[in-house]
């Protein structure tokens, strides 16, 4: 049976907020970092291991997208500063990425352990994560690197269709309409987004590996960097996952 999710509130809000303590922490408590392009189903083994192993998922995009409905009262100093960027339409700097997670160094302490996505993205986050986790005395498992061919990556992302209407999103051959570029939900028609085109996804993957190549190193280096095949259903993949880390020393 799936297990229940764990209270996120602490790691949406910051600061003074407090998950719920009822939770019963799991046998094995992991403490991991997932990295992994667009289109290779990160998201989606993130949701698999945080149901199944429960470490709390630490999704630096859901904190973002969270803070944006928070009330000023509620804003920790290091949201309220990632958000004057944002509107600005400016990449949200590491040293405020850096404090956005520090300022959540419970969630990082947590019973169950972590499972953090989106964070880091550079050496320079990766070692400021490292210096926090020894304050804290906290030791990272693992690096999960789901890792998928260029031409894979191609063909999974421009076979997407996204609704005019609704913003649904459908697949050519994943999860075709019932009838060809008509949404189920509403009928509005269904478009290729200009960032779903081979051309696009090729500039976004080459900005990708460009930018996470020396973060791989960075933890190759350090012993901790898990390589797992991208390839196959998301059960296939998963399995894959749990055969990684139950070789991981404990």
């Known amino acids: 049976m799936t297990a229940q999710k764990l209270d996120r509130t602490t790691w949406f809000k910051g600061g003074d907020a407090e998950c719920s303590t009822d939770a019963v922490p799991p046998e094995r408590a992991y403490r991991l970092v997932l990295l992994g392009a667009p289109g290779v189903g990160k998201g989606t083994q993130a949701e698999l291991i ?38 600005r339409g400016e990449l949200v700097p590491d040293d405020t990425v850096i404090n956005i997670v520090r300022e959540r160094r419970r969630c990082i ?19 400021a994560l490292a210096t926090m986790l020894a304050q804290l005395g906290v030791k990272l498992d693992a690096v999960l690197s789901y890792d998928m061919p260029l031409e894979q990556v191609i063909a999974r992302l421009s076979g997407r269709r996204t609704c005019a209407s609704c913003k649904a999103v459908f697949h050519v051959t994943g999860r075709p309409p019932k009838v060809p570029d008509v949404c189920d939900n509403c009928g509005g028609q269904l478009t290729l987004r200009d960032d779903d085109r081979p051309e696009s996804i090729r500039v976004r993957m080459q900005a990708y590996q460009a930018s996470t190549a020396p ?31 139950s070789s991981l020393q404990r």
């Open 215 to 245: 973060l791989a190193d960075y933890y190759q280096k350090a012993g901790l960097l898990v390589s797992l095949s991208a390839e196959g259903a998301p059960e296939e993949i998963y399995q894959r996952t749990l055969v990684a880390l």
């Open 50 to 87: 945080s149901q199944r192993l429960r470490p709390c998922h630490l999704s630096t995009g859901d904190v973002f997208r969270a803070a944006k409905s928070l009330p000023a009262s509620e804003r920790t100093p290091a949201i309220t500063q990632a958000l004057e960027f944002m509107k």
């Open 109 to 127: 302490t947590c019973p169950a352990g972590f499972l953090l996505d989106g964070f880091p993205r550079t050496v320079r986050q990766a070692e």
